[in-house]
C-alpha cells in the first residue's frame, strides 16, 4: 500500500478495485486535512487505523474480509448496542425494510436511487447534445437489467438490446460508489463531444426519477484484461494481435491528446479500460476520471487512478498531464509483451514485485525471453517485441518530460508491426533497428522509478 505519510494537505483517497493487499498504513490516520478514503472491494487485512474511524471522515472499507476494527472498538460497539432498547431495535429494522422496499421500486431492485441532495446538480445536462433516453426504453432493452455484465467504480453494466437491434451496453450509477454525480456529468459532457473509431461509441444517458445511466455499444469481447490473464480459451496468443490492439488504443490516445481542443487527459488509462469489439479491435473506453487540458493546471488534493498504472511524478505534484497518460499506456504495453498484471509478488519477486523494475532488470541483461509471456504463439519477429518494450520502457520513465508524445509512442508500434508483416510476406530484408541499441549488447535504460522503490514494494503488507 502506498503510505502518503507526507502528503500533509492531503482530503481525499481513493483506491478502491485495485487488488491491493495487506493492513492500512498506520500514517494514514495522522493526515490532518483527509476527509475522504475509499478502499472497498480490494484484498485488505488486519486492524483499521483508529484514525481513520473518525466521525470527520468518510471511511468504505466493504468487500475486503480480512480488514477489521480493533478489537477495543468492538467490544466498545457491543457495550453501545446493549444499551438500545429491544424496541428500538425493532423499529430501526422496520425503517431499513421499509426504506429499501421504497428504493427498489417495481422490478428496480438492481437500481440505486441518488440521493435528493445529488439531483439539483444535474440541471446543466439539459444543455447537452447527448440522446436523452427515457427510463422505460432502457427497461426494455435490458429486460429489466436481467444480465450483468460488469461492475466498476461507477456501479453495475447490465447488457440490453434496443428495438432497432443495437446492442448496449448500460452503466447504472450506484450512490454508494464514490465516483459519483460529478463522473456522470463529466462522462456525458465529455462523450457528447468527442468521436472517434477507436473509442467506445457513446449513445446516450437517461436521467429519470432519480436513476442515472450511461448507454454505450456493446463491446462483445469484454476488456484487454480478460485476455491477457483469464481462462486460457481466451487468452490473445497472437503477437500480432497485441500489437494491433496497442495501435488501436494509441490511435485513441492521440484523438484525446492532439485530435480535441483542448487536449483531454484521460487519468486512468489501464487494461481493463481497453475495450475489444467482436473483431478483436480495442477502443478506450471510462471517461469519468477524464479532464480538459485547460482545466489541468490546478493541483488536485486527491488521490484518484489506479495503484500501479499512477505516474509516479503525480505522487509528487499532485496533478495530471498528458505525460500521464504515456505513463499509464507504457504499462499496458508490458502487460501485452508479458501478460502480467502491474504489480505482483507472484511473478516479479518479493524483491520488486512491479513490472517495471522487473522489466528493466531483464532488458538491461539483454534477457528480452525472460518478459514475454510463454502463452504466445513462438512466430512472432524479436526485434518487433524488443521495439515494444523498449517504447514501453520509455513511456515509464519517472520525469514526464523525458517520456515520448503519444504520437511518437504510435509511429514506434507502426514501425513494430511492420517488421511482422514484412516478416509474414518473406520479404524481410536486415531490418537494422537496433542500429543504436542491438539486442545482444542490450544498453543500461534509464528507466529507474524512484517513486516505486524496491522497499516500497517489498513490505510485508504487500505480500
Not at 487540458?293 to 493541483?299: E, L, N, R, T
Not at 517520456?403 to 509512442?409: A, G, H, L, W
Not at 507502426?414 to 536486415?430: D, H, N
Request: charged share 25%; aromatic share 10%; net charge negative.
Amino acid at each position: 500500500m502506498p503510505d502518503f505519510g507526507g502528503f500533509l494537505n492531503l482530503q481525499i483517497i481513493h483506491l478502491e478495485n485495485n487488488e491491493l493487499t495487506g493492513p492500512l498504513p498506520s500514517s494514514w490516520a495522522n493526515l490532518p486535512n483527509l476527509k475522504e478514503v475509499y478502499v472497498q472491494n480490494n484484498n485488505l487485512s488486519g486492524v483499521i487505523p483508529k484514525g481513520l474511524l473518525r466521525e470527520n471522515i468518510a471511511f468504505n472499507y466493504s468487500g475486503n474480509l480480512g480488514l477489521h476494527p480493533s478489537r477495543e472498538t468492538k467490544s466498545n460497539l457491543i457495550i453501545i448496542f446493549s444499551t438500545i432498547g429491544a424496541g428500538l431495535l425493532l423499529l430501526l429494522f422496520a425503517a431499513c425494510y421499509l426504506y429499501k422496499y421504497k428504493k427498489q421500486g417495481r422490478k428496480r431492485g438492481k437500481i440505486w436511487r441518488l440521493r435528493n441532495d445529488q439531483l439539483n446538480v444535474l440541471g446543466e445536462l439539459d444543455t447537452e447534445p447527448a440522446h436523452r433516453f427515457e427510463l422505460s426504453e432502457i427497461e426494455d432493452a435490458t429486460g429489466y437489467f436481467d444480465k450483468l455484465i460488469g461492475k466498476g467504480g461507477f456501479g453495475s453494466v447490465y447488457y440490453g438490446k434496443l428495438d432497432d437491434g443495437c446492442e448496449i451496453a448500460v452503466k447504472v450509477h450506484n450512490t454508494e460508489s464514490n465516483q459519483g454525480i460529478r463522473e456522470f456529468i463529466n462522462e456525458v459532457t465529455l462523450l457528447s463531444r468527442i468521436h472517434h473509431k477507436n473509442l467506445v461509441k457513446f449513445l446516450g444517458y437517461s436521467q429519470q426519477e432519480g436513476n442515472h445511466m450511461l448507454v454505450y455499444e456493446f463491446m462483445h469481447e469484454g476488456t484487454l484484461t480478460e485476455h491477457l490473464r483469464g481462462p486460457p480459451e481466451k487468452k490473445i496468443t497472437s503477437w500480432v494481435t497485441r500489437m494491433d490492439i496497442a495501435e488501436d488504443a494509441a490511435k485513441g490516445i492521440e484523438y484525446l491528446h492532439t485530435g480535441c481542443l483542448p487536449a483531454i487527459i484521460h487519468r486512468d488509462l489501464k487494461s481493463s479500460n481497453i475495450l475489444l469489439d467482436m473483431n478483436m479491435r480495442a477502443k478506450v473506453s471510462d471517461f469519468g476520471l477524464s479532464k480538459l487540458m485547460a482545466d489541468g493546471s490546478k493541483v488536485s488534493s486527491m488521490i484518484r487512478g489506479t495503484f500501479g498504472y499512477l505516474d509516479p511524478e503525480y505522487y509528487a505534484t499532485q496533478q495530471f498531464t498528458v505525460k500521464s497518460d504515456i505513463f499509464g499506456f507504457g504499462i499496458i504495453l508490458l502487460e501485452l509483451v508479458s501478460g502480467y498484471s502491474p504489480i505482483s509478488a507472484e511473478h516479479f519477486g518479493d524483491n520488486s514485485q512491479y513490472i517495471v523494475e522487473w522489466a528493466r532488470k531483464h532488458i538491461e541483461s539483454g534477457n528480452i525471453h525472460a518478459i514475454i509471456d510463454k502463452s504466445l504463439e513462438p512466430t512472432y519477429e524479436i526485434q518487433s517485441v524488443w521495439k515494444i518494450t523498449e517504447v514501453a520502457l520509455m513511456c515509464v520513465k519517472p520525469r514526464g518530460m523525458d517520456r515520448p508524445s503519444i504520437s511518437e509512442v504510435l509511429k514506434e508500434i507502426q514501425e513494430a508491426i511492420l517488421i511482422e508483416q514484412k516478416a509474414a510476406t518473406g520479404r524481410v530484408e536486415s531490418i537494422d533497428i537496433f542500429a543504436r541499441r542491438p539486442p545482444e549488447f542490450a544498453p543500461k535504460l534509464d528507466i529507474s522509478i524512484s517513486a516505486f522503490s524496491t522497499e516500497s514494494f517489498a513490505q510485508p503488507s504487500l505480500r
